[in-house]
């Protein structure tokens, strides 16, 4: 029986299906935290070890040394474990990319490239990385994940959000909000006001507009709430609901269980996808009906990304969809 990835995306990209968080890790202690904290909860959250904020002045190397040294642990079970690195303006982001993935580029699920100003800046680091690639004898091209946190960058999205290797956009909430110069207030970096403040949504509309269009996953910012859990479910669903995103960061590990959550699919349209998907099947793939309806490829499409971004978020599917698709 032929699987769904197999036959529903033939000649063309498939979306991206990515675990539901993105958890932020700037020190080692950090990172070996949330390296047991993945071995213990399994591949449902990515790490990101922060060779930009996390590095000390002066220590840059030695700061992504260590970072490409617990990517390449036994530790990282999953290799879900990527890291960001300095912006195109920095001195050191060159060197970032050498050392990460000189060392762990095997290992690497995804680079990410803060505050870029252009698609031009995206496409310098891009370039670089490709090539320290192929040095490096890496055959398989390494992700790319692009912060969205300038107004220059804002402005052109959707050229970001369309070049080759970008696999997903992710908003930079503080950043954008500090670039107005004080135009939007400080109570737009939290909730509500990162919903409702008009330059904020908007900010947010054209991020996820832009990475769906294209497809690229778009990535929701940080709640700056670190304790109510309640506080921190609600940002991840107006994020995934009113905003359309299908990933959020997270900066503490309170917020990784409650925002999964928020991410998952409605159960009951993974049960309907289930029995779609294995009655498709059964057809090798052509027209079915159920419940009355008629389904074919173009609405299987639907019903696989809405099974795998399930199984990412760590729900439990029926048994006869676990052997078919996920053995």
Same mark, same amino acid.
């Given at each position: 029986?032929?699987?769904?990835?197999?036959?529903?995306?033939?000649?063309?990209?498939?979306?991206?299906?990515?675990?539901?968080?993105?958890?932020?890790?700037?020190?080692?202690?950090?990172?070996?935290?949330?390296?047991?904290?993945?071995?213990?909860?399994?591949?449902?959250?990515?790490?990101?070890?922060?060779?930009?904020?996390?590095?000390?002045? %002066?220590?840059?190397?030695?700061?992504?040394?260590?970072?490409?040294?617990?990517?390449?642990?036994?530790?990282?079970?999953?290799?879900?474990?990527?890291?960001?690195?300095?912006?195109?303006?920095?001195?050191?982001?060159?060197?970032?990319?050498?050392?990460?993935?000189?060392?762990?580029?095997?290992?690497?699920?995804?680079?990410?490239?803060?505050?870029?100003?252009?698609?031009?800046?995206?496409?310098?680091?891009?370039?670089?990385?490709?090539?320290?690639?192929?040095?490096? %004898?890496?055959?398989?091209?390494?992700?790319?994940?692009?912060?969205?946190?300038?107004?220059?960058?804002?402005?052109?999205?959707?050229?970001?959000?369309?070049?080759?290797?970008?696999?997903?956009?992710?908003?930079?909430?503080?950043?954008?909000?500090?670039?107005?110069?004080?135009?939007?207030? %400080?109570?737009?970096?939290?909730?509500? %006001?990162?919903?409702?403040?008009?330059?904020?949504?908007?900010?947010?509309?054209?991020?996820?507009?832009?990475?769906?269009?294209?497809?690229?996953?778009?990535?929701?910012?940080?709640?700056?709430?670190?304790?109510?859990?309640?506080?921190?479910?609600?940002?991840?669903?107006?994020?995934?609901?009113?905003?359309?995103?299908?990933?959020?960061?997270?900066?503490?590990?309170?917020?990784?269980?409650?925002?999964?959550?928020?991410?998952?699919?409605?159960?009951?349209?993974?049960?309907?996808?289930?029995?779609?998907?294995?009655?498709?099947?059964?057809?090798?793939?052509?027209?079915?009906?159920?419940?009355?309806?008629?389904?074919?490829?173009?609405?299987?499409?639907?019903?696989?990304?809405?099974?795998?971004?399930?199984?990412?978020?760590?729900?439990?599917?029926?048994?006869?969809?676990?052997?078919?698709?996920?053995?």
């Amino acid at each position: 029986m032929r699987h769904p990835k197999h036959v529903l995306f033939a000649g063309e990209k498939p979306f991206p299906i990515l675990p539901a968080v993105d958890h932020y890790a700037g020190s080692e202690k950090l990172m070996k935290k949330a390296l047991q904290l993945q071995q213990e909860l399994g591949p449902i959250f990515d790490i990101t070890c922060d060779c930009e904020d996390g590095a000390h002045a %002066g220590a840059e190397r030695e700061h992504a040394e260590m970072a490409a040294a617990l990517i390449l642990s036994d530790d990282n079970r999953y290799h879900r474990v990527g890291a960001r690195i300095h912006d195109v303006t920095h001195a050191h982001w060159r060197q970032d990319l050498e050392i990460l993935v000189g060392i762990a580029g095997r290992r690497l699920p995804f680079i990410t490239l803060p505050k870029p100003c252009s698609a031009a800046d995206v496409q310098t680091q891009i370039a670089a990385l490709r090539e320290i690639e192929q040095r490096c %004898g890496i055959a398989q091209p390494i992700p790319v994940h692009v912060l969205i946190e300038t107004h220059g960058a804002l402005r052109e999205v959707w050229q970001i959000a369309a070049l080759p290797g970008v696999e997903s956009l992710d908003f930079g909430l503080m950043d954008f909000v500090s670039g107005h110069h004080g135009a939007i207030p %400080g109570s737009a970096m939290k909730s509500p %006001g990162q919903f409702d403040h008009p330059l904020v949504a908007r900010a947010k509309c054209e991020i996820s507009a832009a990475a769906l269009a294209c497809g690229v996953v778009p990535s929701h910012n940080v709640t700056t709430e670190l304790k109510d859990i309640d506080t921190i479910r609600n940002d991840a669903l107006r994020a995934r609901r009113e905003f359309g995103y299908l990933r959020m960061w997270s900066i503490h590990p309170n917020q990784i269980q409650p925002i999964v959550e928020a991410m998952r699919p409605d159960f009951s349209e993974v049960q309907a996808a289930s029995e779609i998907l294995i009655a498709a099947q059964d057809k090798d793939w052509g027209p079915i009906q159920h419940a009355g309806k008629l389904h074919d490829r173009a609405s299987y499409r639907y019903y696989w990304e809405l099974l795998d971004r399930a199984h990412v978020t760590g729900m439990e599917l029926p048994d006869a969809a676990k052997q078919r698709f996920f053995a």
